[in-house]
C-alpha cells in the first residue's frame, strides 16, 4: 500500500470529516447535556450545564411570551370559532329550534316538558295576579258608580215620565248596589276567570311557532338568521375577551415549561426536530471533507 498517497491524499479529507461530524455532535449535544454545573478544583466548568438546562427560565419566559402574543391570539381564537364550518351547523341547530312549536322548544331549553309544564303554570299565575292586582287598581267600582250613574242620569232626563218615577238618589242607591256586587264577584269568581282566560292563550300560544311569532310581528327567516349570527359572534367576542383577561396563558406556558425536567424538554425537542439536527451534525461532517479535500488541492 502506498502509505504516502493515503497520507496525502486521503487522511486530509477523512480527517476533516471526522473532525467536523464529532465538533457538531458534541455542539448538538451540549444542547442539553451537561445537565448540571460542573466544577473542577471550585471552578466552574466552561459550557456547563447545557444551553436549554442553563436557560431554561429564560426559555420558558420567551416561549410564554412567543405562545400568548403570536400563537394563542384572542384574534386567532375569535376566528375560528366563527368559521363557517363551526357557525354554520350551530345557526341552522337554533333555526331548526325556533321551528319547533313554542311549547316543543320551551321543554328543550328547560331540559324537560315537565319543567316548561312546571314554569308555564307558574307564568300562568303570576300573568293572573297582576291582571286582577291591575283591576282593582283601576277601581272599576267606583268607575261604574260615577260613570254608570252619571250615564243612567243622562239617560233619563230625556224620558219626564221615568224622571217621575226614578230619582237620583234611587239611580246613586242602584250603583252603589252594582259596585259592590262587582266587588264581590271580582273577589270571588275574577281570579278563576282571569286565569283560565291566561291558561287558554299561553297554550294556544305555544302550539305554535316563534319563527311563526316573529314573521306575524314582521321579522321574517331572514332577519332571524341574520340577528342569530350577529349575536352568536358577538358573544364569541366578548366570551374569548373575558376568558382570555382570567387566563395568563404566558404565565401557564412558562409554568409548564418550568415544571418539565430537561431530560422531558429533550425528549419533546428531539420527537420534533431530530432529523434536522442528525442533518446538522452530518453537515459538519460533509464540511469537514470539503475542507479536507481543498487542503490537498492548495
Given at each position: 500500500m502506498n502509505w504516502e498517497f493515503v497520507g496525502d491524499y486521503l487522511m486530509p479529507p477523512l480527517v476533516g470529516a471526522v473532525i467536523g461530524f464529532f465538533t457538531n455532535y458534541i455542539a448538538v449535544k451540549m444542547i442539553?447535556?451537561?445537565?448540571?454545573?460542573?466544577?473542577?478544583?471550585?471552578?466552574?466548568?466552561?459550557?456547563?450545564?447545557?444551553?436549554?438546562?442553563?436557560?431554561?427560565?429564560?426559555?420558558?419566559?420567551?416561549?410564554?411570551?412567543?405562545?400568548?402574543?403570536?400563537?394563542?391570539?384572542?384574534?386567532?381564537?375569535?376566528n375560528r370559532m366563527?368559521?363557517?364550518?363551526?357557525?354554520?351547523?350551530?345557526?341552522?341547530?337554533?333555526?331548526?329550534?325556533?321551528?319547533?312549536?313554542?311549547?316543543?322548544?320551551?321543554?328543550?331549553?328547560?331540559?324537560?316538558?315537565?319543567?316548561?309544564?312546571?314554569?308555564?303554570?307558574?307564568?300562568?299565575?303570576?300573568?293572573t295576579a297582576k291582571i286582577i292586582e291591575a283591576i282593582k287598581e283601576m277601581d272599576i267600582p267606583e268607575l261604574m258608580r260615577d260613570e254608570g250613574g252619571r250615564m243612567t242620569k243622562e239617560a233619563l232626563s230625556t224620558s219626564k215620565l221615568l224622571s217621575l218615577f226614578v230619582s237620583n238618589k234611587i239611580v246613586d242607591n242602584m250603583m252603589i248596589t252594582v259596585s259592590d256586587k262587582m266587588i264581590e264577584f271580582i273577589d270571588t269568581r275574577g281570579t278563576n276567570m282571569v286565569e283560565e282566560v291566561c291558561r287558554t292563550k299561553i297554550q294556544d300560544l305555544g302550539k305554535r311557532t316563534p319563527?311563526?311569532?316573529?314573521?306575524?310581528?314582521?321579522?321574517?327567516?331572514?332577519?332571524?338568521?341574520n340577528k342569530l349570527i350577529e349575536a352568536y359572534r358577538e358573544s364569541v367576542v366578548n366570551a374569548v375577551n373575558s376568558a382570555l383577561r382570567r387566563i395568563d396563558v404566558a404565565r401557564i406556558v412558562e409554568d409548564k415549561i418550568n415544571s418539565m425536567s430537561v431530560e422531558d424538554i429533550e425528549k419533546g425537542?428531539?420527537?420534533?426536530?431530530?432529523?434536522?439536527?442528525?442533518?446538522?451534525?452530518?453537515?459538519?461532517?460533509?464540511?469537514?471533507?470539503?475542507?479536507?479535500?481543498?487542503n490537498i488541492i492548495i
Open positions: 442539553f447535556v451537561p445537565r448540571e454545573e460542573k466544577k473542577i478544583f471550585g471552578f466552574t466548568v466552561p459550557f456547563t450545564p447545557g444551553a436549554i438546562p442553563k436557560g431554561k427560565k429564560r426559555l420558558a419566559k420567551s416561549a410564554g411570551k412567543i405562545v400568548a402574543d403570536e400563537l394563542f391570539t384572542k384574534e386567532d381564537i375569535s366563527l368559521t363557517e364550518e363551526i357557525e354554520k351547523p350551530l345557526i341552522d341547530k337554533l333555526m331548526a329550534i325556533l321551528a319547533e312549536d313554542i311549547r316543543d322548544t320551551g321543554a328543550i331549553l328547560v331540559a324537560g316538558p315537565k319543567k316548561y309544564i312546571k314554569i308555564e303554570k307558574s307564568f300562568t299565575e303570576l300573568l319563527i311563526h311569532v316573529l314573521e306575524e310581528a314582521g321579522y321574517d327567516e331572514k332577519f332571524v338568521r425537542v428531539l420527537s420534533v426536530m431530530k432529523n434536522e439536527l442528525d442533518m446538522i451534525v452530518n453537515l459538519g461532517g460533509l464540511i469537514g471533507l470539503i475542507i479536507g479535500c481543498i
